[in-house]
């Protein structure tokens, strides 16, 4: 069965420093792999996708996240916080043995200190 | 101004009784989905759709039940089976289930008297 373990439950970073969000998975099949964001009050925004082209995704907002099969991990990474991308992050899985229902890690809450 | 919209945005139930949960969407997703947020725990998968007439449970269905007699709607009955309700509920919908994109509505907050 798929499953994605978030490794952080916080990540505390000051502002202008850079952003590691930890993800690892879980898949016997070619997985496709998301991150989603929720701001305070807001609802749930994509912020990349992986589908099994190329490794590293670009995503919106500066941020972008590595696949890598070997380590089975999908990290998102931020060169330089910004005040505003404090909030919850979301990693999921979804592939063929879970008839690709998405799967959402425990999510990670980001602290932007100024 | 395409979306997904879910009413209302704060609910109150009392011992015993069942609340329902909208959520419609004019995207023109085949598939949709409700979730239950709680803190520390993510999004917990409660029922899908797949098509209209069709749906599955998900992860957590016990105390639920939905039902999909338009493509456009996808409501969530919390019944007096679901001992613990208190939770944010959130409703998807993706153009197919093995779509690349979800599409979330603001969510429902879920509160017991």
């Known amino acids: 069965a798929q499953s994605v373990t978030q490794l952080d439950s916080h990540v505390s970073v000051s502002e202008g420093t850079p952003v590691l969000l930890r993800c690892n998975y879980s898949?016997?099949?070619?997985?496709?792999l998301f991150w989603y964001v929720q701001h305070p009050n807001k609802g749930l925004q994509l912020l990349l996708k992986?589908?099994?082209?190329?490794?590293l995704v670009k995503g919106i907002n500066g941020f972008e996240a590595e696949f890598k099969k070997s380590e089975t991990s999908f990290h998102l990474t931020k060169p330089s916080a910004h005040m505003s991308d404090a909030a919850e992050y979301f990693c999921v899985v979804s592939d063929s043995g879970g008839s690709y229902i998405p799967t959402f890690g425990r999510g990670t809450s980001l602290i932007v200190h100024p | 101004d395409g979306g997904i919209t879910q009413s209302p945005k704060y609910l109150f139930r009392k011992e015993g009784q069942n609340v329902t949960l909208s959520c419609e969407q004019n995207l023109n997703h085949d598939a949709m989905y409700w979730y239950r947020q709680d803190p520390g725990q993510g999004l917990r998968l409660i029922y899908y759709s797949q098509i209209v007439n069709d749906f599955q449970k998900g992860d957590i269905a016990e105390g639920y039940s939905v039902s999909r007699e338009k493509k456009e709607s996808f409501p969530l009955t919390v019944t007096s089976a679901q001992k613990n309700p208190t939770a944010f509920y959130l409703c998807?919908?993706?153009?197919?289930?093995?779509?690349?994109?979800?599409?979330f509505g603001s969510g429902t907050q879920l509160s017991v008297l």
């Open positions: 898949s016997s099949y070619s997985p496709s």
């Open positions: 998807a919908s993706s153009a197919q289930v093995a779509a690349e994109k979800l599409f």
């Open positions: 992986y589908t099994s082209a190329a490794t």
